[in-house]
């Protein structure tokens, strides 16, 4: 059994040809599912997703805060967010996704301020982050400094070096490991994610983004687990059973809603 804990299962891309994909799912086991928000054109969207196997974040993504500044709504935005969030409370299992992105036009002043609305947010909730992280590591144990508590969250899809990764396990966050490792070229992630504790990692496809290595011409999809879980075992010391085992434990406790 296997938990992508992070794919955007409401793109059309899945939307538009559900059944095959959930044929694929059941027979590549992957059973369980954390599908975050962008912002609010997919809140309802999410929403309607959720279920015991669906779980659900709900925030505003950094690359996707710009239009929101441009149309003057994100202070408004960010309010209906923390009333959608506390009216669902039961309903979900995240807060995000949200974060930091250094490739970005939005002034990171900007993706700051409303980072640390969610990390309020999240806190208030008692809900993990799901973070997403681009060349901002250091922003990230910033902002989370001095706000450590038990099942802080996950960066998801990292790309990274070893210390970097070291320091966000020890403010408490796990990591997600996806597509990155299954490159060859990713020496540096690849190391790193061979040395972290094991009970640090979770497993996650960012399907459709994030292309997997053998399987960049078809589109990502959560059925593609099982391919970086083989990547993984090849580079972790323990034995097999032992990674899926504590992968699905890990994950469970994440998203335990
Ligand atoms: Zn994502």
């Known amino acids: ?14 939307q538009n040809d559900w059944q095959t994909y959930q044929h694929r799912f059941e027979e590549a086991k992957v059973s369980r599912f954390l599908v975050p928000a962008i912002g609010p054109s997919n809140w309802l969207a999410i929403l309607d997703l959720a279920s015991d196997t669906h779980r659900i974040g709900l925030g505003i993504h950094p690359c996707f805060l710009q239009p929101l500044i441009d149309n003057h709504t994100l202070d408004n935005d960010l309010e209906r967010l923390g009333a959608l969030a ?5 309903h979900i299992s995240a807060i995000g996704e949200c974060g930091l992105d250094k490739r970005i036009d939005t002034p990171i002043s900007t993706q700051l301020s409303a980072f640390s609305f969610q990390i309020d947010l999240a806190e208030r909730l008692e809900l993990p982050l799901v973070i997403h992280s681009v060349q901002q590591h250091h922003n990230i144990r910033e902002s989370l400094k001095g706000r450590q508590r038990d099942n802080l969250g996950v960066v998801h899809g990292f790309s990274g070096n070893y210390q ?18 299954t490159w060859p070229t990713a020496q540096k992630t690849r190391e790193a994610i061979a040395k972290l504790p094991l009970d640090s990692i979770v497993l996650e496809t ?3 983004d994030m292309r997997i290595s053998g399987q960049q011409h078809h589109p990502n999809s959560p059925h593609f687990i099982p391919l970086i879980f083989n990547h993984l075992v090849e580079l972790r ?5 032992i990674i899926s085992e504590k992968i699905w434990e890990n ?3 994440l998203f335990s809603r």
């Open 1 to 14: 059994m296997w938990f992508d804990t992070h794919c955007h299962l409401d793109f059309e891309c899945f």
């Open 86 to 90: 506390l009216e669902n409370r039961d």
């Open 164 to 181: 970097q990764a070291k320091m966000l396990v020890d403010l408490g966050l796990k990591i997600g490991v996806g597509g990155v490792i």
């Open 206 to 208: 960012d399907a459709p």
């Open 237 to 241: 010391p323990e034995s097999s059973s």
């Open 251 to 253: 994950s469970i406790y």
